[in-house]
């Protein structure tokens, strides 16, 4: 075997093995085939949504990883320029003043972002408070840091699914080749016993994988990148009509091809490295005495099986057990996809429900119309009444945002907030004592003069422009549930006037009268108290503040007009307001709008396009772990021809025979489902505590009918191996079955 020939002879010996073998070949080509599309296809997917993501963020947000605010000079920019892990600084013109200077910084590796922005912040002669970390950017490229309060656990979970799916089929790759190789220890067994040594066994091995896997490997890929570039076009053309969205391009990467090649191949060379490793530890002997067959030990009985099953179950139990370590892949890679479906497909059900309980929810009675004035003050806009007389509407309310801060002292805060700690809670960021004196946020929600009084007159109040209203009402800070905030009183409401200071300069002041105290909001689409527990939200008339905005400032740069339209309004309806608001005011401003129904309409197609991507995710997953324990069961079956005709020769009866196959698919199919179920539980528990969503109405949503399904084919395949290996098995003459037959 060790002759100058012997390459000619291992290259004769596996040519033949696989002409006189091409119904095991064939699974293990079209194995390795479907594995490296899935694969390319799952990776490509996954960079370009991510791509877009980046993209997305960067054109809305920008794309800077730290940014630092306060009195910067020239020389403090250029030490930040000079940074050895600074890509570049800019100046934010948008957001610096007079009084602060806002610099964005682009670090050249983003991983040691939190480091450096506090040294950065040092050589600027500021504190790390000025440092402000573009979290949602940050996340993409999985940073986090543990001041980041937000939910951000989309993506990661997206990658974790994603590394889920592509670890099982790796072993779908392995599962293919150890069904075929198990079968010829007893061949390698004979070829060792004359001279072969393991290394040429393992050239041999791996000539063979190459040969069957070469062209399946590199054909999937470049299929599986076809693929996705034709999901992406398909979701463009989806998506076409959103507005404001926008085009995800398909973006190749070479390392995406790389990568899923490499995976492909070096689980190719581990399956055909692990048969070769096996017999290199087994003597010729042993692995000639190595025919295939189960070793039928009875050291542990099945005994559940055998309670409920009889002798069938206990047979059933002992060959479960003797092939475990066969069967324990394709186990793992059915737990794996199932527990990635099912996880999946609750994480739909949970976004869907957490999303139709939020924003559209939530603000649809709120507005129809919104509009966005660039760069006007409010006291400056003299189209009010224009605006406001214009048909299809139910009210406009023209307003601008400013901020302020107040003093509130011990003796002004109400008794159900003091009886929950008072400030106690505040984080110093919103928060700081003064002299006894708490100075907190004071938000000021500028109205036009006519919608004031509607708002005066709505709360029941003595209609006036000459003071403030306070949104006298603050958040149980304590209460977990931040979806249903529990509310209570801020203030004894006592005071007669107010005093707004000026956010930075509090000594500059304004004291101002009280209309009235009240919990009421107007109908804005504003929220408040979401971060910020403790602002005490002031509502004046325009006219009032232009008295006092000299000594407050503080004001926004932009004007927003909240229209509602009349009740029942329809697409076109709206359309038509829309059209006329812009008509009005397209020669006094920039204005951007948008449209309540449109913008529904556009949340709902995008959202449909991510359960599109998601279901095909699931529908993988599903393919995988099925197709794995399909291919592995009918392996483990048909390697058993002698142990079944040994049962018939002793008297076990074929019917006794289906009984066995029937309790090994049971418990084949049914363990992974009873494992996976109550960690799929768990973790939707997990889910819904994160979301902070009530129980009872995922409860009502549960996706039994795809989880079930699953289930259902999960057994289905399982019973469908085990009856196309029984037909073989049960087909085959008793004699033909107990001769050795290892060698075809």
């Known amino acids: 075997m060790r002759n100058g020939g012997d390459g000619y002879m291992w290259k004769d010996y596996s040519s033949g093995y696989l002409k006189n073998?091409?119904?095991?070949?064939?699974?293990?080509?079209?194995?390795?085939?479907?594995?490296?599309?899935?694969?390319?296809?799952?990776?490509?997917?996954?960079?370009?949504?991510?791509?877009?993501?980046?993209?997305?963020?960067?054109?809305?947000?920008?794309?800077?990883?730290?940014?630092?605010?306060?009195?910067?000079?020239?020389?403090?920019?250029?030490?930040?320029?000079?940074?050895?892990?600074?890509?570049?600084?800019?100046?934010?013109?948008?957001?610096?003043d007079e009084q602060e200077i806002v610099v964005d910084v682009y670090l050249k590796k983003i991983k040691n972002v939190f480091r450096d922005m506090a040294e950065i912040a040092e050589l600027a002669g500021l504190s790390e408070e000025a440092v402000t970390y573009h979290y949602e950017l940050l996340n993409l490229y999985l940073v986090r840091d543990s001041r980041d309060s937000a939910l951000r656990w989309v993506f990661p979970f997206a990658l974790l699914v994603t590394a889920t799916a592509c670890f099982s089929l790796i072993l779908v790759i392995h599962n293919a080749f150890a069904v075929t190789m198990n079968s010829r220890i007893h061949q390698f067994g004979i070829l060792a016993s004359i001279g072969a040594t393991p290394k040429q066994i393992l050239v041999c091995l791996l000539q063979e994988a190459s040969a069957l896997c070469a062209v399946p490997i590199a054909a999937g890929s470049i299929f599986g990148i076809l693929l996705s570039m034709g999901i992406v076009s398909g979701m463009n053309v989806i998506l076409a009509d959103v507005g404001r969205r926008m085009v995800l391009p398909f973006r190749f990467h070479p390392v995406i091809l790389f990568l899923s090649l490499a995976a492909s191949v070096l689980t190719v060379c581990i399956s055909a490295w692990i048969p070769a490793r096996k017999l290199s530890r087994l003597t010729p002997l042993e692995a000639i005495r190595n025919t295939g067959e189960l070793q039928l030990k009875k050291k542990r009985s099945s005994r559940f099986l055998a309670f409920f099953f009889g002798i069938e179950g206990e047979?059933?139990?002992?060959?479960?057990?003797?092939?475990?370590?066969?069967?324990?892949?394709?186990?793992?890679?059915?737990?794996?996809?199932?527990?990635?479906?099912?996880?999946?497909?609750?994480?739909?059900?949970?976004?869907?429900?957490?999303?139709?309980?939020?924003?559209?929810?939530?603000?649809?009675?709120?507005?129809?119309?919104?509009?966005?004035?660039?760069?006007?003050?409010?006291?400056?806009?003299?189209?009010?009444?224009?605006?406001?007389?214009?048909?299809?509407?139910?009210?406009?309310?023209?307003?601008?945002?400013?901020?302020?801060?107040?003093?509130?002292?011990?003796?002004?805060?109400?008794?159900?907030?003091?009886?929950?700690?008072?400030?106690?809670?505040?984080a110093e960021d919103y928060v700081s004592v003064n002299d006894g004196a708490w100075l907190v946020n004071a938000p000021i929600v500028i109205l036009d003069d006519a919608s004031f009084l509607e708002y005066c007159v709505k709360i029941g109040a003595e209609p006036s422009l000459d003071g403030a209203v306070i949104?006298?009402?603050?958040?149980?800070?304590?209460?977990?549930?931040?979806?249903?905030?529990?509310?209570?009183?801020?203030?004894?409401?006592?005071?007669?006037?107010?005093?707004?200071?000026?956010?930075?300069?509090?000594?500059?002041m304004a004291e101002i009268p009280?209309?009235?105290?009240?919990?009421?909001?107007?109908?804005?689409?504003?929220?408040?108290?979401?971060?910020?527990?403790?602002?005490?939200?002031?509502?004046?008339?325009?006219?009032?503040?232009?008295?006092?905005?000299?000594?407050?400032?503080?004001?926004?740069?932009?004007?927003?007009?909240?229209?509602?339209?009349?009740?029942?309004?329809?697409?076109?309806?709206?359309?038509?307001?829309?059209?006329?608001?812009?008509?009005c005011l397209k020669d006094v401003c920039e204005i951007e709008t948008e449209n309540r129904i449109q913008e529904k309409i556009d949340n709902d197609k995008m959202f449909a396009g991510m359960k599109a991507i998601l279901s095909v995710f699931c529908v993988l997953l599903a393919i995988i772990g099925i197709g794995n324990v399909f291919s592995n069961t009918l392996g483990f079956v048909r390697q058993r021809k002698r142990e079944f005709a040994r049962y018939l020769s002793v008297g076990l009866t074929p019917a006794g025979i289906r009984k066995i196959f029937c309790i090994e698919a049971l418990v084949i199919a049914g363990r992974p489902v009873l494992i996976a179920l109550p960690v799929t539980a768990l973790a939707v528990a997990f889910f819904i505590k994160m979301s902070y969503l009530e129980p009872l109405l995922f409860i009502r949503e549960i996706p039994f009918l795809p989880i079930g399904s699953f289930v259902l084919g999960i057994f289905f395949f399982v019973a469908l191996a085990y009856y196309l290996g029984a037909k073989k098995v049960m087909g085959s003459s008793l004699a033909d079955s107990l001769r050795d037959d290892t060698m075809l």
């Open 21 to 96: 073998n091409r119904a095991s070949c064939l699974s293990v080509m079209i194995a390795a085939f479907i594995s490296a599309l899935l694969l390319s296809l799952l990776c490509s997917l996954f960079y370009n949504l991510w791509n877009y993501e980046v993209e997305r963020i960067k054109v809305e947000e920008g794309g800077w990883q730290g940014r630092i605010a306060g009195t910067i000079g020239m020389e403090e920019i250029e030490r930040i320029r000079n940074y050895a892990n600074v890509e570049k600084a800019l100046i934010n013109e948008d957001l610096s």
């Open 315 to 426: 047979l059933a139990g002992n060959a479960l057990k003797a092939q475990r370590k066969a069967m324990r892949t394709a186990f793992t890679s059915l737990l794996l996809a199932f527990l990635a479906f099912s996880f999946m497909m609750c994480f739909i059900t949970i976004t869907v429900v957490s999303q139709r309980e939020t924003y559209f929810a939530k603000y649809q009675d709120s507005w129809d119309v919104m509009a966005t004035l660039k760069n006007m003050e409010i006291d400056a806009f003299e189209e009010t009444d224009v605006l406001q007389e214009l048909g299809g509407m139910q009210s406009c309310v023209i307003y601008q945002k400013a901020m302020a801060k107040r003093y509130v002292t011990s003796e002004e805060i109400s008794e159900e907030m003091q009886a929950v700690g008072g400030f106690g809670n505040a």
């Open 471 to 508: 949104l006298n009402r603050t958040c149980d800070a304590a209460d977990p549930n931040f979806r249903e905030r529990r509310m209570l009183p801020y203030l004894k409401e006592y005071g007669r006037t107010t005093q707004l200071r000026q956010a930075g300069q509090e000594e500059k």
């Open 514 to 583: 009280v209309v009235s105290y009240t919990q009421e909001v107007p109908v804005l689409r504003e929220e408040y108290g979401t971060l910020d527990f403790y602002e005490l939200v002031h509502f004046l008339p325009v006219s009032l503040w232009k008295e006092i905005k000299g000594e407050i400032g503080g004001q926004e740069e932009d004007i927003y007009i909240r229209i509602l339209a009349k009740d029942g309004v329809t697409l076109p309806e709206l359309d038509e307001v829309e059209a006329a608001v812009l008509t």
